[in-house]
């Protein structure tokens, strides 16, 4: 395996990475010469310098991942990367705790308007009553995002005996009650804080969330901290708010464009400005390259992925359970698609017991990327399994039910309807590996691994030996065998482990064994 390193991240990210595969560390390629060499690599790393192109991932024939050093994905095109099946990973919590102390720091340099200070004595110059300062104590904190980075700044701002508002859309009021926070709306927020920190991510909705009007609104002693997004506030009428008086300061962390040397906001002495330096702690920096160094190595290994952005969000409490059972879904697509017959029409996925108590999206994922892999010219996975199906007009439907006669805790079961009839097919996880427990209503156990030859019948003497003479005439040795049956001497079911492969020759004089009504050999 190959991957790419485009930006600088933390050495501690670069040698996991080089546990497993050769590193490229090739810092400040261009566009065009990273759309020419992109293709010899299986994962590429960036941070927020790189641009990550819907050219440059169609030129990636190899590309599995794509990680993220950081929270913001916006100079990654994540359509483009899931139509190409490529999985986008990110550290969201990697920082949290270095944004949320830098906005706590610039809140601090405006109230006692530190940086002035600072440049006015290395001036030579001795103005105490200039840079009169405001406690941050008694004042009204208003935060606009709650998310984990928004919340850290929010507790330590209680910590500092300060009030917080909240305006987040997307989180319960009893959530809010739990941090101390007390939820308003976005023009309550703004008419009544004395400080206003950002820290919801840039979408259709927030973009320009603040502008002109809402600078109208609030008080002439309030000053705004953005360590968020730049697009978040419109530059023009914060700089125009803070020099007409309209607010009394502002310290900003982002920009529209970045670098951002030639900012109308580095006019202003009213605005403490960084250079995008949120995330920027020697710890903070080591845990995001390491996160999502072990991130791309897991979805190089064929492992879910933490924070995938383009697959469904997976809390790591139901991680480490979902896991398997998503490689037992895979194993049951697989082995579905090699039974069936016809034209498909209908796939259903029942998932029963334990597992049904979790978010099962990531397990109908895995089914259909097992269901569709041998049969589809695209390259198939968990990102864009999914889309796939639908681009082929399948109808996927997903159910959760009770295990019924299973003694097992959790199951899975997969009907696949077709113009030729159904197959169905369950599994479970038994001692940490998936089996197959039933096929076409026949109870069995089968470990989904080489090569096993299913045979319907009539249960009848003579026939199983009759199979087995023959595959040992053709020098193919049978590796386990079962029958599940319905009933003495009725229709049975054969299940052959095989340590070779049985060609159509030999699968013919099967079939031709009298009450032998079908016979296929499947791989998994």
């Not at 498909?344 to 979790?358: E, K, N, P, R, V």
Request: hydrophobic share 45%; charged share 20%.
């Amino acid at each position: 395996m190959r991957i790419i390193v485009c930006d600088p991240i933390a050495s501690d990210g670069v040698e996991l990475l080089r546990t497993q595969a050769d590193v490229d560390v090739r810092v400040g390629l261009t566009a065009e010469v990273l759309e020419s060499v992109i293709g010899e690599y299986d994962a590429a790393v960036v941070r927020s310098e790189t641009k990550i192109t819907a050219r440059i991932l169609a030129a990636g024939s190899r590309l599995k991942v794509v990680g993220r050093a950081g929270v913001g994905i916006d100079n990654i095109d994540v359509e483009a990367a899931t139509q190409h099946g490529i999985v986008v990973v990110n550290a969201p919590t990697g920082n949290n705790i270095a944004a949320a102390e830098h906005a706590i720091a610039l809140m601090f340099s405006l109230a006692r308007r530190i940086p002035q200070a600072h440049a006015s004595l290395k001036a030579g110059k001795w103005e105490r009553s200039k840079f009169m300062g405001t406690e941050l104590r008694s004042k009204t904190l208003g935060v606009i995002g709650l998310g984990k980075i928004g919340t850290a700044v929010a507790r330590r701002a209680l910590g500092l005996e300060m009030k917080v508002l909240g305006f987040d859309p997307f989180i319960s009021p009893e959530h809010a009650r739990s941090i101390n926070v007390q939820l308003v709306s976005l023009d309550e927020l703004l008419r009544n804080c004395d400080f206003i920190t950002i820290h919801t991510p840039l979408t259709s909705s927030t973009r320009n969330l603040i502008g002109a009007r809402q600078f109208t609104m609030m008080k002439p002693t309030a000053c705004i901290v953005n360590t968020s997004r730049g697009d978040i506030i419109e530059e023009h009428a914060l700089y125009a708010a803070v020099e007409e008086g309209q607010i009394a300061g502002a310290a900003i962390d982002v920009f529209v464009e970045e670098p951002a040397t030639n900012s109308i906001l580095l006019k202003s002495n009213k605005i403490v400005v960084t250079p995008h330096l949120g995330g920027s702690t020697k710890e903070a920096q080591v845990s995001v390259a390491v996160d999502v160094a072990d991130q791309i190595l897991a979805v190089l290994d064929g492992k879910p992925a933490r924070y995938a952005v383009n697959l469904p969000m997976i809390p790591p409490e139901s991680l480490s359970f979902l896991t398997p059972y998503m490689l037992l879904g895979e194993k049951l697509g697989e082995l579905a698609t090699q039974l069936t017959d016809g034209q498909l029409d209908t796939t259903t996925i029942i998932c029963s017991g334990d597992i049904a108590q979790h978010d099962t999206t990531p397990l109908t994922a895995a089914v259909i990327k097992g269901l569709l892999r041998p049969v589809s010219e695209e390259q198939v996975n968990l990102v864009n399994a999914r889309l796939i199906a639908r681009n082929r007009g399948l109808n996927i439907i997903e159910q959760k039910g009770s295990v019924g006669e299973v003694s097992h805790g959790s199951l899975i079961a997969v009907n696949v309807s077709t113009s030729a009839g159904l197959t169905s097919v369950a599994g479970t996880m038994v001692r940490g590996e998936p089996h197959i427990v039933q096929v076409d209503g026949y109870w069995v156990d089968l470990v989904p691994s080489g090569y096993t030859l299913l045979s319907h019948h009539r249960d009848r003497p003579g026939i199983i030996g009759a199979v087995g003479v023959l595959l040992g005439s053709h020098d193919i040795n049978i590796s386990s065998m079962q029958v599940g049956r319905m009933q003495k001497r009725g229709p049975a079911l054969m299940v052959l482990g095989l340590d070779e492969h049985i060609d159509e020759e030999v699968l013919a004089q099967i079939r031709a064994i009298p009450d032998i009504h079908t016979a296929k050999v499947v791989s998994l």
